[in-house]
């Protein structure tokens, strides 16, 4: 009797079984001979998601394990207050530090909440000791951690990835602990890095300089979340230098995360002219009315995508109609208050290239769901 591999070439097995949780790619391998070899073969483990929930309890040794050497790019979930996932995934971060040298990407999300006062030691030592042995990293992805990262974590990435691409540090924590130094370090260490997130606390005008300089490789997108005591006491940084590095980077983008602790006065040093500003999203305790205007009046070359979280207004509705009718590139809009109809009006009027919208004219339960545009 033909085993069931057989029937098909063991390159179109990879290519079906590539799209299997772990749990069934691990039941495909115990089939026969044929599909194990398909089932472990590295086009199935080149881009790997893993939720540690429900797939990896229990499995890492010997399947999980003879395949580590495959995967390229890793989207790892868990939940920080379960045990078992927990140490589920600090094993295969650990694991995947002695076994895999060719890893290139790390995208690291968390559900649910973490633990009061979680320091997230036990995780955050397992990225440490992956970031010093994968050398060939490109992409690394923490901004799902709610752990706070430090200077250390950020030098271990500086000297033990040199082939970085793209780093994101902007997580959702209330210290910010990654000091300006150690970011200028990472660009130092890190030339070919085209994408950076950060809290605006880490960001110094050094910094932008060192990213404008001459022989600096071509830099796409900078995120920037304003969400912590650190940010809201930050130095400004100069128009002058904004200007500069849009210069040197004509393509840049730049995003912004306004949070409830900007004072007034901080989110008028954040808001600089010459900032390429592609995506702001406001959820400010203060005015939001000036800001919006603000972009309406600087942004509107570049900005494509709104997020405003206040509370409804005259003033707002009136600042979000001039926003609609300079900002003819704008692709999302998201306003999560009630708005009168001549704003939506002047949304679905004024920008032609709107995907997406979320703009309501009446109360109604959450969660708001945007509405697609055809």
Known sequence: ??????????????????????PDRAAAARVCRAWA????????????????????????????????????????????????????????????AGRTPGLRGLCLECRGEKPLFDAGRDVLDAVHALCGAARALRHLDLRRLPFSLDDSLVLQVAHGCPELRSLFLDNRTLVGSVGPGSV????????CLRALGL?????????????????????????????????????????????????RHPGLEVELELEPVLPA??????????????????????????????????????LRALEVRAASSAELDAALEELAARCAGLREVHCFCVVRPSVLHAFRAHCPRLRSYTLKLTREPHPWRPTLVA
Request: glycine share 2%; with cysteine.
């Open 1 to 22: 009797m033909a085993e069931p591999g057989e029937q098909l070439p063991e390159e179109v097995l990879a290519l079906i079984f590539r799209h299997l949780p772990l």
């Open 37 to 96: 070899a398909a089932a472990t073969c590295s086009v199935v483990w080149h881009d790997t998601s893993i939720s540690c929930d429900c797939e990896l309890e229990g499995m890492l040794p010997p399947y999980l394990s003879a395949c580590l050497d495959h995967v390229q790019n890793l989207w790892l979930e868990f939940e920080p207050s379960r045990k078992s996932s927990r140490r589920a995934a600090t094993e295969l971060l650990t694991a995947l």
């Open 184 to 191: 200028l370090l990472l660009l130092e260490g890190c030339p």
């Open 199 to 247: 809290h605006l606390a880490s960001l110094s005008r050094t910094a932008l300089e060192a990213l404008a300089a001459p022989e600096r490789a071509p830099f796409e997108l900078l995120t920037l979340r304003c969400a912590c005591p650190e940010d809201a006491r930050a130095p400004p940084l100069p128009d002058e230098a904004w200007a500069a590095l849009s210069r």
């Open 265 to 302: 006065e901080s989110v008028t040093r954040v808001l600089q002219p010459a900032v390429p500003v592609a995506a702001l999203r406001l959820s400010l305790s203060g005015d939001t009315v000036g800001p919006v205007r603000f972009a309406a009046r600087h942004y509107a070359a570049t």
